[in-house]
């Protein structure tokens, strides 16, 4: 009864909606984009700004509940969501200021990255953001941020000038280069792990309107040869260029190669930049051209559908070496969905120009970001389509060097080791200053750093 009426006061006290179990609106807000994920959480919050943010994690705090942080809820192994807790939601903060003369944005946490590239490019501005239009960008930019014009401008993280913060004991914290440092140096691909942030400040750059970009289709007799030339070619790629590639099922049903190419200069430099990559033997499809920036951003949406069901595991990889180009073709040979592809998202240029412990997000030197994504619909076919990406992660794993932690399941501590790697050690220092009971744990959790004698659960 007394918890009944601490949730109804928690109600009337937010200026946004609270829904629980006994809500028709419940069945709808416990869902995320992953169909595979199913949680029940006790509460949903949905905060419509920073008051909201402190209220419910106040009544978190006093109740014992654990509590997740909810944006764009695509993380892939359902994180923003916890059972028979709180849900901290985000994703009804929409505010974005843009300012064109000091190409500067402040963009609430709940943007999707297509409503984020909408507001900057009504100003023919962008900062690099992932390939997926409704993913979020705090999720994406709080883990790092890989994306199209990554090589040009570096990770979503590494342009975020200042973000604005909820801490576990409610004290709202600017972080940036001269206010609390240290949380700004960490948020900047150490996650979830240091409060709720409410607002970031990103800075902008030209782009666009319209970009060159698109694909090219190789059937299965040239898989091998077009994984081959695009890794060639890429190597020497300008900043201005971005070479995706991907294994697909092709029109034929069989295993094709897909290389996208995504040039953020002009179309006519574009055109002869990708000549060569253009000019390897016969492809099926030649579907490059100029298209809009904000359109190239959506490319992924038709196969990422909210509700299907997605299994993946992630790894980057150096190089794309010989062995990797066959370990890679020959585990995919076995695919049991015609939806579920590897993506290969190249990396470098400006992204491993920053110094691996300048931000949290320590994996500079990777030349791609390899993951095979398991997509299919039924429940029944579960158990196969899991252990296709489990196998052929395996195969991939002797020429990998650690993982993004934006694309990490619920895969235990030595995997959220990896994903931190050497800047591990910093980051618990971090956390033990701002989160030192470790309340903020659903993610892919940094302990905190403990003092002899500390007791910390
Ligand atoms: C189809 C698809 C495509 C993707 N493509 C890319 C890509 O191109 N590049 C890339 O870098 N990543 C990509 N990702 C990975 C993506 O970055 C992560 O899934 C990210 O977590 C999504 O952010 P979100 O806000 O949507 O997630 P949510 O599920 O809402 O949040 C994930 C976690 O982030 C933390 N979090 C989120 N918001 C906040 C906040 N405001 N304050 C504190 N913690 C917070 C929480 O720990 C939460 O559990 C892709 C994911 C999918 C599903």
Redesign the pocket.
């Known amino acids: 009864m007394g918890a009944m009426i601490a949730m109804e006061r928690l109600r009337t006290s937010l200026r946004g909606e609270l829904v629980l179990p006994i809500d028709a609106a419940y069945e709808t807000a416990r869902r995320?984009?992953?169909g595979m994920v199913d949680k029940r959480p006790a509460l949903i919050a949905y905060c419509a700004g920073r008051d909201d943010v402190v209220a419910a994690l106040a009544f978190a705090r006093q109740h014992d509940l654990p509590a997740?942080?909810?944006?764009?809820?695509?993380?892939?192994a359902g994180?923003?969501l916890c059972e028979n807790g709180l849900v901290v939601d985000?994703s009804r903060m929409k505010a974005i200021h843009v300012d064109p003369v000091r190409r500067v944005a402040r963009a609430a946490?709940g943007l999707t990255l297509a409503e984020f590239d909408a507001a900057t490019q009504a100003h023919g501005l962008a900062t690099t953001m992932?390939?997926?239009s409704d993913?979020?960008?705090?999720?994406?930019t709080?883990?790092?941020?890989?994306?199209r014009l990554g090589r040009k401008h570096g990770l979503?993280c590494d342009n975020v000038l200042a973000a604005e913060i909820v801490t576990a004991d409610g004290r709202l914290l600017r972080a940036s280069e001269d206010e609390n440092a240290d949380l700004h140096w960490a948020l900047r691909g150490g996650?979830?792990n240091f409060?709720?942030?409410?607002a970031f400040e990103y800075r902008l750059h030209p782009v666009g309107p319209t970009v060159l970009a698109g694909s090219l289709l190789y059937g299965s007799d040239a898989v091998r040869g077009a994984l081959r030339h695009c890794r060639e070619f890429s190597r020497a790629a300008p900043d201005e260029l971005c070479v995706d590639a991907a294994l697909v099922s092709g029109p034929d049903g069989r295993p094709a190669a897909s290389i996208s190419p995504c040039w953020c200069g002009t179309v006519e430099a574009g055109l002869k930049a990708v000549a060569p990559l253009r000019a390897f033997g016969a492809p099926v499809e030649d579907r490059i051209g100029p298209v809009a920036y904000t359109q190239m951003q959506k490319g992924?949406d038709e196969l990422?559908a909210r509700g299907r069901r997605?299994y993946w595991k992630a790894q980057f990889l150096p190089e794309l070496s010989e062995q990797a180009v066959d370990a890679l073709v020959e585990s995919f040979a076995g695919v049991p969905s015609p939806l579920s592809v590897v993506v290969l998202?190249q990396l470098g240029g400006a992204v491993a120009r920053v110094a691996p412990d300048a931000t949290a997000f320590v994996h500079r030197n990777a030349a791609y970001d390899c993951f095979p994504i398991a997509i299919w619909e039924d429940p029944a076919d579960d158990e196969r389509n899991i252990r296709w990406a489990r196998e052929l992660y395996a195969a991939m794993q002797p020429y990998s060097s650690g993982v993004?932690v934006?694309?990490l399941g619920d895969e235990g501590e030595e995997r959220v080791r990896s994903a931190y790697g050497a800047n591990y050690a910093r980051l618990q220092r971090v956390k033990a200053r701002y989160d030192p009971t470790n309340f903020f744990r659903?993610?892919q959790n940094v302990a905190p750093m403990r003092a002899p004698g500390d007791r910390i659960n």
């Open positions: 995320v984009w992953n997740s942080v909810r944006a764009g809820g695509h993380n892939v994180n923003s985000l946490a992932g390939v997926n993913t979020g960008i705090a999720g994406l709080l883990g790092g941020g890989i994306g979503a996650g979830g409060g709720v942030v409410t992924g990422f997605f998202q993004y934006n694309n659903l993610n």
